[in-house]
């Protein structure tokens, strides 16, 4: 009998067991069935993708810190179409940014986190600015309060997701971030999808004890738009199951970087996040490189050869707090297209 097996034998569905085996602490699970993508293996249910490079333009691509589309390695897992997990596709440089924006950019007024709920506006407004002390005097006796940013559990973008009602509304609605927008098309441009609209972000931030229970996202009206899902900080133990809530699920790591599509058949799917994991060393390390905001004379003559790129530079004391955070924590984005073209929300 194989280890799921033994798992799987007792009253629960194989989905809540799985999602509470791989959550366990004491003993710590096995992992070894948990796919992992960035050892380029096609093994088991894992295949390789065909993307549509060519409908990326290379320029676009690093313009967002991205690889140029042929060099995207995209995989599929049997039995879910739809699905295309994309194995880090950032340029090295370039994560960064990325993570600056979600850690003192994307929390900014207009956007709505976590806080704005039991804090007044004033309190919130600057949730980097309030945290940056503590967060980069590593040598600060225990402190008796977390900063702001070690509370921020979720940030929401374009129109807000409402956590009760689970819905959105024309009328809670604000500028959906227009750098997001650029990677989450280029992304969806290479995985067949012309005319994605990024229209409503979701950022969740992790800490090593967190995890997301198991879920569908259906609220969004048009479900022939694909989600997109991007990874930074540390790692995760991601299950993707089927459309029934019981129904086993595929494990498989996310790593700082990873970007995942689910479209088609697998965009309702049930998914959860039992776990966080420390990244592997060789995984983070080499992608946390921030490049110089400014350059040394002798190197400004090279970094003109290069193409523009819109990412602005991530100063070296906002790196610093960035660096500090990622260390323990784990953000993840997932950006979707809530109506259809020509869709409206229906009169309440
Ligand atoms: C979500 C989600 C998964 C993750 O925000 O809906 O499923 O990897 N996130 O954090
Ligand atoms: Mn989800």
Same mark, same amino acid.
């Given at each position: 009998?194989?280890?799921?097996?033994?798992?799987?034998?007792?009253?629960?569905?194989?989905?809540?067991?799985?999602?509470?085996?791989?959550?366990?602490?004491?003993?710590?699970?096995?992992?070894?069935?948990?796919?992992?993508?960035?050892?380029?293996?096609?093994?088991?249910?894992?295949?390789?993708?065909?993307?549509?490079?060519?409908?990326?333009?290379?320029?676009?691509?690093?313009?967002?810190?991205?690889?140029?589309?042929?060099?995207?390695?995209?995989?599929?897992?049997?039995?879910?179409?739809?699905?295309?997990?994309?194995?880090?596709?950032?340029?090295?440089?370039?994560?960064?940014?990325?993570?600056?924006?979600?850690?003192?950019?994307?929390?900014?007024?207009?956007?709505?986190?976590?806080?704005?709920?039991?804090?007044?506006?004033?309190?919130?407004?600057?949730?980097?600015?309030?945290?940056?002390?503590?967060?980069?005097?590593?040598?600060?006796?225990?402190?008796?309060?977390?900063?702001?940013?070690?509370?921020?559990?979720?940030?929401?973008?374009?129109?807000?997701?409402?956590?009760?009602?689970? $819905?959105? /509304?024309? #009328?809670?609605?604000?500028?959906?971030? @227009?750098?997001?927008?650029?990677?989450? =098309? +280029?992304?969806?441009?290479?995985?067949?999808?012309?005319?994605?609209?990024?229209?409503?972000?979701?950022?969740?931030?992790?800490?090593?004890?967190?995890?997301?229970?198991?879920?569908?996202?259906?609220?969004?009206?048009?479900?022939?738009?694909?989600?997109?899902?991007?990874?930074?900080?540390?790692?995760?133990?991601?299950?993707?199951?089927?459309?029934?809530?019981?129904?086993?699920?595929?494990?498989?790591?996310?790593?700082?970087?990873?970007?995942?599509?689910?479209?088609?058949?697998?965009?309702?799917?049930?998914?959860?996040?039992?776990?966080?994991?420390?990244?592997?060393?060789? $995984?983070? /390390?080499? #992608?946390?490189?921030?490049?110089?905001? @400014?350059?040394?004379?002798?190197?400004? =003559? +090279?970094?003109?050869?290069?193409?523009?790129?819109?990412?602005?530079?991530?100063?070296?004391?906002?790196?610093?707090?960035?660096?500090?955070?990622?260390?323990?924590?784990?953000?993840?984005?997932?950006?979707?297209?809530?109506?259809?073209?020509?869709?409206?929300?229906?009169?309440?």
């Amino acid at each position: 009998m194989s280890k799921m097996a033994a798992v799987v034998e007792s009253g629960e569905d194989a989905f809540k067991q799985l999602f509470k085996f791989y959550k366990r602490r004491k003993p710590p699970p096995d992992f070894s069935d948990v796919i992992d993508f960035s050892e380029h293996r096609c093994t088991g249910k894992v295949v390789p993708l065909k993307l549509n490079p060519s409908a990326v333009c290379d320029a676009a691509a690093y313009r967002v810190g991205l690889h140029p589309a042929r060099d995207w390695r995209a995989y599929g897992l049997q039995g879910y179409p739809g699905f295309v997990f994309i194995s880090n596709p950032f340029r090295k440089g370039s994560q960064p940014f990325w993570i600056r924006q979600c850690l003192k950019t994307y929390p900014q007024k207009p956007n709505v986190c976590n806080l704005d709920m039991h804090m007044s506006l004033c309190d919130t407004q600057d949730i980097w600015q309030r945290s940056v002390h503590s967060l980069s005097s590593p040598s600060l006796p225990r402190r008796q309060e977390k900063s702001l940013l070690e509370r921020l559990r979720w940030v929401t973008l374009g129109y807000h997701y409402n956590w009760d009602t689970k $819905l959105y /509304s024309a #009328e809670h609605h604000t500028p959906f971030p @227009s750098d997001l927008e650029t990677l989450s =098309q +280029q992304i969806a441009l290479g995985c067949g999808f012309s005319d994605f609209e990024p229209q409503a972000g979701i950022l969740n931030y992790y800490r090593s004890d967190s995890s997301l229970g198991i879920h569908v996202d259906e609220s969004e009206l048009d479900h022939s738009r694909p989600l997109l899902s991007f990874c930074f900080g540390q790692s995760a133990v991601f299950l993707l199951g089927g459309t029934q809530r019981q129904d086993p699920p595929t494990a498989m790591y996310m790593h700082s970087g990873d970007v995942m599509v689910m479209s088609g058949q697998s965009r309702l799917l049930y998914h959860a996040v039992p776990r966080i994991l420390p990244a592997p060393p060789a $995984l983070l /390390s080499p #992608e946390l490189q921030n490049l110089p905001a @400014s350059t040394p004379p002798e190197q400004q =003559q +090279q970094q003109q050869q290069a193409p523009p790129s819109e990412l602005e530079p991530v100063s070296e004391q906002d790196w610093a707090v960035c660096l500090r955070y990622i260390q323990s924590s784990r953000i993840n984005v997932t950006v979707r297209q809530v109506l259809g073209a020509g869709q409206s929300f229906p009169q309440r």
